[in-house]
């Protein structure tokens, strides 16, 4: 059974870095597209930015030129690398993976969703 677990996130200040894992077992990462999530309080959960199985990344419109989405077949794990980090990043990240090849995704594509991590940016 496929399952995901986050990790990476807390507290930062505004214009610092953080990188959250995403850890995957059960299956391997060959297969599936590895997507990031996150959600504020009071706000609908958003999509960040995915990763396909041949490394086509997208990243929406609030973090593009600020985060960066890898993975590493070897450890069968994704990254999310966010820099310049804003009060706006502050929610929980998720990490959820989908069987869909698309060029545009909702959270209703995604599977199986991870425990979620939380980041925090203030001052």
């Known amino acids: 059974q496929l399952q995901l677990v986050e990790s990476g996130g807390g507290l930062v200040q505004p214009g610092g870095s953080l990188r959250l894992s995403c850890a995957v077992s059960?299956?391997?990462?060959?297969?599936?597209?590895i997507g990031w999530f996150r959600q504020a309080p009071g706000k609908e959960r958003e999509l960040v930015s995915t990763?396909?199985?041949?490394?086509?990344?997208t990243d929406g419109d609030s973090v593009k030129g600020r985060f960066t989405i890898s993975r590493d077949g070897a450890k069968n794990t994704v990254y999310l690398q966010m820099n310049t980090l804003k009060p706006d990043d502050t929610g929980v990240y998720y990490c959820?993976?989908?069987?869909?090849?698309?060029?545009?995704?909702?959270?209703?594509?995604?599977?199986?969703w991870g425990q979620g991590t939380q980041v925090t940016v203030s001052s």
């Open positions: 959820a993976d989908s069987p869909y090849y698309r060029t545009t995704y909702l959270a209703d594509d995604f599977t199986n």
């Open positions: 059960g299956v391997t990462l060959d297969y599936y597209v």
């Open positions: 990763i396909s199985t041949s490394g086509i990344t």
